[in-house]
């Protein structure tokens, strides 16, 4: 499934927001991203705010696909379990 088939408000949110270049450098707590989130930028809380907000739209964008478009199950089922 691409982001193409989904619908699209859920699905653009969700690739805009795996795509944003802050989240990126918050892969690893390093000197791009320190764990001292007072200053704001890139810091774990909002690495992790955006995951959470990737997950909502995608699950979003899963539930509301039309009835003839298959998906697996276990798809939702690992999103609850990252969430």
Same mark, same amino acid.
């Given at each position: 499934q691409d982001a193409a088939t989904l619908p699209v408000p859920f699905a653009a949110a969700a690739l805009w927001a795996v795509s944003l270049p802050?989240?990126?450098k918050c892969s690893s707590i390093n000197e791009e991203c320190p764990p001292d989130s007072q200053h704001g930028g +890139?810091? +774990?809380l909002s690495a992790?705010? !955006?995951w959470n907000y990737v997950m909502n739209n995608l699950r979003a964008a899963i539930r509301h696909t039309t009835s003839q !478009?298959?998906?697996d199950p276990q798809v939702m089922t690992a999103i609850g379990q990252v969430q």
């Amino acid at each position: 499934q691409d982001a193409a088939t989904l619908p699209v408000p859920f699905a653009a949110a969700a690739l805009w927001a795996v795509s944003l270049p802050d989240l990126a450098k918050c892969s690893s707590i390093n000197e791009e991203c320190p764990p001292d989130s007072q200053h704001g930028g +890139p810091n +774990p809380l909002s690495a992790l705010n !955006t995951w959470n907000y990737v997950m909502n739209n995608l699950r979003a964008a899963i539930r509301h696909t039309t009835s003839q !478009t298959q998906i697996d199950p276990q798809v939702m089922t690992a999103i609850g379990q990252v969430q």
